[in-house]
């Protein structure tokens, strides 16, 4: 998706008035693409509350490595504490700075969402495991300066918040390239605006590629794909964001 700039005029969550712009993908991850007046306060202020756990808890570390924008942090100005054992056996704690961070980022996964035949979770998410990456670029060289052996990485993910702002960024790319007006049947604005709970069915991960390939792997920084689909034997076209 290239740069986008829409105006809307109404909120895409609830059809109030549209107060506020939307960014698809959350500006503090690097976001670029914004429909103009596009949420009300609101709307506004549920779903940023999904925000908060992945973006402001989870990925520091990872938004100062990869220089991602903070409207109230000087990533310049922070220390990074990292829990390490040196070679030696010592077990310390390292206070670096911007350039040092190992821009330590956890995700977890998933399986298909239920609508693909995964597993059904009217309550919430199905988690299958949990990876770290890092995104500091001189972490061995890090390592190397301080003579780490290990480290130690603590996180904490609140339940369903991550997956709704995915599902989000999905809804927000979604209306953004066939406009509010596509949806017939509308499965994510309930669980966008928290009425509805059931984050499974909409929301997973493809390991095996079955459903992926359709719309195109993505591929490099902020990319989203969009694209359609339709089951076998069924009349529904479902819009899909990856
Ligand atoms: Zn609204």
């Given at each position: 998706?290239?740069?986008?700039d ?15 712009d ?7 991850l690097g976001?670029?693409h ?16 999904w925000?908060r756990n ?12 990869l220089?991602y924008?903070?409207r109230?942090?000087n990533?310049?100005k922070?220390?990074?504490?990292l829990?390490v054992v040196?070679r ?35 309550k919430g ?8 990456i890092?995104?500091g ?19 904490s993910?609140k ?11 999905a809804?927000?790319?979604?209306v ?7 949806f ?7 669980v966008?605006i ?5 984050v499974s069915f ?6 095996l ?8 792997k ?7 794909n969009v694209?359609?689909?339709?089951k076998k034997?069924d ?6 964001s990856?």
């Amino acid at each position: 998706m290239s740069e986008t700039d829409i105006f809307v005029g109404r909120c895409i969550y609830c059809g109030g008035p549209g107060e506020t712009d939307e960014h698809i993908i959350p500006h503090a991850l690097g976001g670029k693409h914004i429909l103009h007046k596009a949420s009300c306060e609101k709307c506004r202020s549920i779903t940023s509350q999904w925000e908060r756990n992945p973006i402001k808890e989870n990925w520091v570390e990872a938004r100062a490595a990869l220089d991602y924008p903070s409207r109230h942090t000087n990533f310049d100005k922070e220390i990074f504490p990292l829990e390490v054992v040196l070679r030696d056996g010592t077990k310390t704690v390292l206070n670096l700075k911007r350039e040092e961070t190992f821009g330590l980022a956890s995700f977890l996964e998933y399986p298909l969402p239920a609508f693909f035949g995964g597993p059904n979770n009217e309550k919430g998410a199905l988690v299958t495991g949990a990876m770290l990456i890092g995104f500091g670029p001189n972490s061995k060289a890090v390592a190397g300066k301080y003579g780490i052996k290990e480290i130690s990485f603590t996180t904490s993910h609140k339940g369903t918040h991550f997956e709704r702002m995915v599902i989000k960024i999905a809804y927000c790319a979604a209306v953004a390239t066939w406009g509010l007006g596509c949806f017939e049947e509308d499965y994510a604005l309930p669980v966008i605006i928290g009425t509805k709970n059931n984050v499974s069915f909409l929301m997973g991960c493809d390991p095996l590629g079955k459903i992926i390939p359709l719309i195109g792997k993505v591929g490099g920084d902020n990319c989203i794909n969009v694209g359609v689909y339709r089951k076998k034997g069924d009349d529904k076209i479902m819009l899909l964001s990856g």
